[in-house]
């Protein structure tokens, strides 16, 4: 609240004031006298204290003013000229003060900095704009005098650089204005007009030693020059040097080129910079022109070896009449190949009567394409005339022959087309003779091929009958097999009667033989009698010659031997009836023995009937399975035979198709021969069979699974034979058709021996 | 024994010879035929002996058989009469013969099937031999023909049964044993 000097002075005077006021008041009132003293000395006491402030707050910034003013005072004389009083401890009231110090020195420190600046700027070349400051008095003639050392300067710089920048666009002779200028500004430009002047001379004089040399005159000098403008008669000389070395080894260069070396080429390593790169140039565009004409050579070489397609690269400005050249003598060639490749197209395409265009080429490449043309005539003609022959031939007309004369190879399609109609004619007049025989053929095919069809056709139907019957003779093997079975198990059955029957029998026989051996040995004992009684006779006959040779007295001897014989004869009878007794014991015995034998051997036969019975049965089980299996090869092989009958009628009604196809192709055929134009000549009309659809027997497929006609008979008669072989379908089959016309009379359906046939399965 | 005197009695048409011709016969048969044998002309009757074989003997000479030490050829009358050989029975006997050849006494055998016994014919059982025209050249060794009841006995000639040269062979072949 206090902060300003004035401030404080003020409040201090008015605390004053009140002060004595107070004290003022406090006497006026009347207050007590102490009351009074310190009421005054309170206020003596605040005055006091009040102006120790107030003098401080004035004496102290009276004093800071005076040491602030004495520094920038010092300051200044020192030349730090940027030195600034602090007001900031000045006070409110003596901080302007402070402040306008400051001000003063800005005054006049910023002109002179200004001033400082810009002489600075002057001094270093570096011309400052004119001062725009707006300036009072002598600050202002500072200002003036500055501008117008600028003006100067400037105007001094810019006539240098008018001057400069004619001469650089051209007007060498361009010049300082010499009246803008006073004093030694005027001295320089005088100068510079001079230098420049005397330069230019020299360049002049440079120039026209140049110009010679332009003109090709490489003679001309210049004068020496002085001190180190030497150097230009030094660069001269060199320049004259390099071009004279240049145009000699251009010169060097050219001869050896005219010479026929094209690899001759300037050698640049004589030369530096400019004249390098000429004579570097001069070989690249020598060898370019080079290139350019071999690649223009190489692209005519790729056309010397056909190839039109070579690419030539365009080459630029007025070479490209090399390439107008070259595509020049490709599109003649390519128009000539063009033209050959369309005759060769339409030639090989068929357009014989294509001819190239002669007058789109020129020169020798017309002659060619005439040759060609040409050419295809001389070779169309014949084939031509032998093409409209031909034509006449497909007219059916063979009598058209080709009458041109030709030459040489040409002649040899006429001969040959003449050749053909001339075959062509004779072949025909034989076809026609051929197409006669063919119809008679076709038609005994027909009759055949009907005949075989009928045939089939009743062959299918016996077929059918022999399945039926096979089929039932089937069911009768299966019967036989279960019967068989049925046999067998009596037949076992018997058989172990007849072992026990045979068992039984053999202990009679056992008892048998006994009787018999007992009996035989008795009959023994009787032969040994009978023997005895036959000695006996034989003995009693003995006596009896004996007694007859004896006579008379062998009378008595003979009665004894009679007697003797007698009773030989007795024993020999006795021995005879024991011996038939014993006989007919062992007789009966033997007989028993026999009956015994004969049951066992019964027994026996019943056994081994019983088991020739089993085996026969077996066999007949067997042969009923062989019956089967025979049967279903007899079914097989009747299918098969059915199948092939079917084939037989299938073929029979396609051959027969066939034939009258034929017969009609024939007719055709000769038709088509009539329409032949041949040389009038004998000729047989060829009589072509009528065409008829042979009759056909009604669809034999289905003859052969219906009802057969005439069925017994055929199935009797084939059956058996059937079944023997696998083949035998064949075999039967032809005998079915040629037992057809030969019935068999048999009625039953199996006219065979049911054993036969057994033993035949 | 009945058939010891038989009982027939024909008259016979030769009596002359027939009555020569009886007497006591040793019948035998061969072959179911009977034949006789004059009794006088036998001189034993022998079982079957064992007969040796006389090696390209003629065939009616069935060999040679050792009767007591003497060797006597015996004839096969089968064979002699055409007959084939049979092959010898228990039946089979020999009845040794002696017979007199050219004036020599021969001694031989012959096989018989059987003998039967001694017959005594009377004349009128004797029928002289049955005529068979030229046939008949060979059967001259045929005495006659007995008849007995039931059969018809050849009453045989020994001598005559065998030539001359049979004989000398039989004889050979007996000396040769």
Partial sequence: MFHGTRSKLLAAFTLMALLVAVVGVAGIVGLSHALLYAVTGCALATAVVLALIVSRSVTRPIAFLTAESRRLREAVLAGKLDERGDATHAGAEFAPVIEGLNETMDAFAKPIAVTAEYVARISKGDIPPKITDSYEGDFNRIKEALNRCIDSLAGLMDEMNRMSGEHERGDIDALVDLQKFEGVYRTMAQGVNDMVGAHIAVKKKAMGVFAEFGKGNFDATLEPLPGKKRFINDTIDQVRKNLKDLIAELNRMSGEHDAGDIDATIDTHRFHGAYRAMAEGVNKMVGGHIAVKKKAMACVAEFGRGNFKAPLEKFPGKKAFINETIEQVRDSLKALITDADGLVQAAVSGKLSTRADASKHQGDFRKIVDGVNKTLDAVMAPINEAAQVLEQFSQRDLRARVAGQYQGDHARIKESVNATGMALHDALAQVAQAVDQVSSASTQIAASSQAVASGASEQAASLAETTSSIESVSAMTKQTADSAQQANELAKAARTAATDGSSAVEQMQGAMGKIKASAEGTSQIIKDINDIAFQTNLLALNAAVEAARAGEAGRGFAVVAEEVRSLALRAKEAATKTEELIRQSVKEAGQGEVTAKQVAGKLGEIAGGVSKVSDIIAEIASGAQAQSTGIEQVTRAVTEMDKVTQQNAASAEESSSAASELSGQAEELASMVAAFQLHSQERTNPTVAPRKAPSLPPSTASVARSAPVRPSQRAGTTVPRGVRSEDAPAASARQASTRMAHPPKADDPFPMDEAKSLVDF | ?177
């Fill in chain 2, 1 to 177: 024994m009945s058939e010891l005197v038989p009982v027939v009695g024909e008259a016979s048409v030769q009596p002359n010879v027939c009555s020569a011709l009886a007497g006591r016969y040793m019948s035998f048969q061969l072959a179911d035929e009977d034949y006789g044998l004059e009794i006088l002309k036998v001189r034993e009757i022998i079982g079957l002996l064992e007969i040796t074989r006389i090696p390209r003997a003629p065939a009616f000479i069935r060999g040679v058989i050792n009767l007591r030490g003497r060797v006597i050829p015996v004839v096969d009358l089968r064979v002699k009469f055409g007959m084939e050989a049979t092959a010898a029975t228990e039946q089979t006997v020999v009845i040794v013969l002696q017979v007199a050849f050219a004036g020599r006494a021969l001694t031989m055998g012959v096989l018989v099937d059987r003998v039967l016994e001694v017959l005594n014919f009377e004349a009128s059982a004797i029928e002289p031999p049955p005529d068979l025209g030229q046939a008949s050249a060979g059967s001259d060794f045929i005495l006659g023909v007995g008849k007995t009841a039931h059969r018809v006995v050849f009453l045989l000639d020994i001598a005559k049964i065998l030539s001359g040269e049979e004989a000398s062979q039989l004889a050979q072949a007996a000396a040769q044993q």
